[in-house]
């Protein structure tokens, strides 16, 4: 190998700036696997990454939290030359370089082999944000969240979160009641499966304690007073998954849904999960999202676009999902 081209964020004059540029193979960070990328994704995180937002970024660097393509060398027994493989989170894109490049090189263990069930575009249309909605929706079920047991919710449903999760979820046969700040994406959200849309200012302004038990389970992205009140409606021995902090990092509510309703709120870390819980969302992934309805939340762009998209993603005006094709 003898270069790479790559996206790369550094400071400038008023906060980062962004240039497509040619890399040496020693800017590549440590590993043993490198991975020829076709395509990758733009998701919240990859957002305030672009915008220079979020803490403990180091800069300069090759943003880009996922990756898919096919591994151009490999010294990891596990991972062959050839495969086809996806990276979610792990850190890259953040604190060492991801996947918005030509070529990436992380350790093989970080690795899951692309599922027969996807091309490498689809991976990519599933990313880091549908990853975490699998993750939230085996958190559900592992807490006894069943169909027959009542609503789930979820919070942010036009975005990349929740479009994967309110199609997993109508899937598996749960009745899905969908918030968003978006009136306009209704009809968006029934077609992937939600039985009811609900008004985002239904849930976002300071609330009780308790209130009318709504739903069984919940999918939430927004963190804050939406959190709270998600909590404060879950039904007796239900469970909230929090998996984002679109509105904030605050949780200002009380005990009272834990010690009066037994509700648990079970949080959903993508960065870190352990291969195995990855290796299950995927399986799951595979068996249990709807080819065509992750075909209508999707559009592709290239990889360039994701600059102008940050500010988008952010502003909440990104609807489902977009791949981003590297090559």
């Given amino acids: 190998m003898s270069g790479y081209n790559a996206l790369l964020l550094s400071r400038s004059e008023g906060g980062v700036g962004a240039k497509w540029q040619r890399l040496d193979d020693d800017q590549l960070g440590d590993g043993d696997v490198t991975v020829r990328v076709t395509h990758s994704t733009i998701n919240y995180k990859d957002g305030l990454v672009l915008t220079g937002r979020l803490p403990g970024m180091r800069l300069p660097i090759v943003p880009g939290i996922d990756f898919a393509g096919s591994v151009a060398a490999s010294a990891c027994a596990d991972v062959a030359v050839g495969e086809d493989v996806i990276l979610n989170g792990w850190g890259c894109g953040e604190r060492r370089p991801g996947g918005y490049a030509e070529l990436a090189r992380v350790p093989g263990e970080w690795l899951i082999k692309r599922p027969a069930a996807f091309s490498n575009a689809e991976t990519m249309a599933i990313g880091t944000a549908g990853y975490t909605a699998m993750l939230a929706v085996l958190a559900l079920e592992d807490h006894g969240v069943a169909p027959?047991?009542?609503?789930?919710?979820?919070?942010?449903?036009?975005?990349?979160?929740?479009?994967?999760?309110?199609?997993?979820?109508?899937?598996?046969?749960?009745?899905?009641?969908?918030?968003?700040?978006?009136?306009?994406?209704?009809?968006?959200?029934?077609?992937?499966?939600?039985?009811?849309?609900?008004?985002?200012?239904?849930?976002?302004?300071?609330?009780?304690?308790?209130?009318?038990?709504?739903?069984?389970?919940?999918?939430?992205?927004?963190?804050?007073?939406?959190?709270?009140?998600?909590?404060?409606?879950?039904?007796?021995?239900?469970?909230?998954?929090?998996?984002?902090?679109?509105?904030?990092?605050?949780?200002?509510?009380?005990?009272?849904?834990?010690?009066?309703?037994?509700?648990?709120?079970?949080?959903?870390?993508?960065?870190?999960?352990?291969?195995?819980?990855?290796?299950?969302?995927?399986?799951?992934?595979?068996?249990?999202?709807?080819?065509?309805?992750?075909?209508?939340?999707?559009?592709?762009?290239?990889?360039?676009?994701?600059?102008?998209?940050?500010?988008?993603?952010?502003?909440?005006?990104?609807?489902?999902?977009?791949?981003?094709?590297?090559?």
């Fill in 148 to 327: 027959d047991k009542g609503p789930v919710l979820v919070t942010g449903a036009a975005g990349g979160v929740g479009s994967v999760a309110v199609a997993l979820l109508s899937k598996l046969g749960f009745d899905v009641m969908a918030s968003t700040g978006r009136a306009h994406e209704a009809d968006y959200l029934r077609g992937l499966g939600a039985s009811e849309v609900i008004a985002r200012d239904e849930l976002s302004a300071p609330g009780r304690p308790l209130g009318k038990e709504r739903w069984a389970g919940a999918i939430d992205v927004a963190g804050s007073h939406t959190l709270v009140n998600v909590l404060a409606m879950t039904q007796y021995g239900g469970c909230g998954a929090t998996t984002g902090l679109a509105q904030g990092l605050d949780l200002p509510g009380s005990v009272a849904p834990f010690i009066l309703r037994g509700v648990t709120l079970a949080g959903i870390d993508s960065v870190m999960a352990p291969k195995e819980k990855r290796v299950r969302a995927w399986d799951r992934l595979a068996r249990d999202l709807d080819g065509e309805k992750l075909a209508e939340m999707t559009v592709h762009r290239p990889l360039l676009d994701v600059v102008g998209l940050a500010p988008e993603i952010l502003a909440g005006n990104v609807r489902g999902r977009v791949v981003l094709d590297v090559s």
